[in-house]
Structure formats: C-alpha cells, structure tokens
C-alpha cells in the first residue's frame, strides 16, 4: 500500500489567496483526520471524518477554515483567504476503525503564507 | 489547554544510553496511550502504543511504564542508537479516535 498520500508537499502563497490541501487515506480505512503542526502550538487536530462525515471540527480556527471529503478516497482542506499565520506542516491521517486506533499519517504539506 | 503534559522538551544521550520521556494526563476517561516518533520533515509514525490494563508494554527497544493511579506513562529507550534521534510524541484518547498529543520530546544521540 502506498500510504497516506498528500499534495502538494509545500505550497507557498501570499496573504488573500486560497489554498487548497488534498489528501488520500489508506484504501479501506474508514476515519481521516486533519492535524497542523506548529512549534508554538505542537500537533492539533482541525477535524476529522469517518465514513466521509464531518465527527469533529472543534479544532478547526476560523471560518476561513474549511474541509472536505467527497468520497472515501479523497479529502481537501481549504483555507480562504489564508494569512501568515496560516503557516504550518498540515498533515492528513488516517485510520481504519474498528476498536484499531492506530493512525497513520501522510507526509504532510508545509505551507508558507507571505 | 494541553490535555497531555510531555517532558524533557529535549535530551541527548549517549549512544548506548537509555533515553527517557514522560507524560501526565488529566482525564481519567482515557484509554489509549500511544507513543509516535518523527523524523524530519516526515510525518509521525506509530512507534508502541498501551492500554491502561496493563503497566508495562516492551517491543525491542522500546518500552512503555504505564501508571494508572498517578495518570503517568513513560517511554524508555534502551541501548539508545543515532538512527533513533528523532522527536517523540506521546498522545492518549478516550475511545473516540481523537489523539491529543504531548509538545513533543527531541532525542539526540551522540555517537
């Protein structure tokens, strides 16, 4: 199996633009989850999904936070309009459920908002 | 308001060292214990993980101390080597799929 997959890897834009982060979980797995990383705030988890519905978005900042999952192979998170302090690692996880709570991440995007 | 209270920030170690990290938790409804080590500019990686039934778990190197009545766990790295620099995260949930993590520990193994 190929993993976690996200894209693009680093993205870098100025402060108004949208961006748009995309991830593929793990064929079969049943949960996604969508985590920022920072060095002032460590790992914090945005929102996560099981079976392509929205469980938990209490982590999400702001409104100009949003996310997505279409269909079980496919999640975007969305940021608009994205400001400097949006700059972080976005990492994408997922997990198969059942009771298994291990979860396995992808490599994640760093972003940089200038 | 961190839920899991991870500490040192960062060690080193000599090589053949034993490396260890604790973790404090408040909330006693917690039943998963996960440990996750990263590399950089990777994504972290299941690295041991332990229920609240038991109090110790060893898998090589690696061992996790689980303290049920002080709400503490710890990771201990045995025969530390330099492929194992990297940051640990230790982490718990209570059943509902979310992870909250600790700030994270950077290990340095000096060769």
């Known amino acids: 199996d190929a993993g976690v997959i996200q894209s693009p890897r680093h993205e870098v834009t100025e402060m108004g633009q949208e961006v748009t982060l995309r991830c593929k979980p793990i064929s079969g797995h049943d949960y996604l989850f969508w985590y920022r990383q920072t060095m002032m705030r460590g790992l914090e988890l945005l929102i996560y999904?099981?079976?392509?519905?929205?469980?938990?978005d209490s982590g999400m900042p702001e409104d100009r936070f949003s996310a997505k999952m279409p269909n079980a192979s496919f999640s975007t998170l969305k940021i608009q309009p994205s400001e400097p302090r949006d700059s972080a690692v976005y990492f994408c996880a997922s997990s198969s459920g059942g009771g298994t709570y291990e979860q396995y991440f992808g490599p994640g995007t760093r972003l940089t908002v200038t | 308001q961190q839920q899991v209270k991870q500490s040192p920030q960062s060690l080193i170690v000599q090589k053949g060292g034993i490396s260890i990290i604790n973790c404090a938790y408040e909330?006693?409804?917690?039943?998963?214990f996960p440990w996750y080590q990263q590399f950089p500019g990777k994504g972290p990686a299941l690295l041991i993980a332990i229920r609240p039934d038991v109090s110790e778990k060893k898998e090589g190197r690696f061992t996790i101390s689980f303290n049920k009545s002080a709400k503490q766990f710890s990771l201990h790295i045995m025969d530390s080597q330099p492929g194992d620099s990297a940051t640990y995260f230790c982490a718990a949930s209570n059943h509902d799929y979310k992870l909250s993590f600790g700030a994270g520990t950077t290990v340095t193994v000096r060769a």
């Open positions: 999904f099981n079976n392509n519905v929205p469980i938990d």
């Open positions: 909330n006693t409804a917690f039943d998963y």
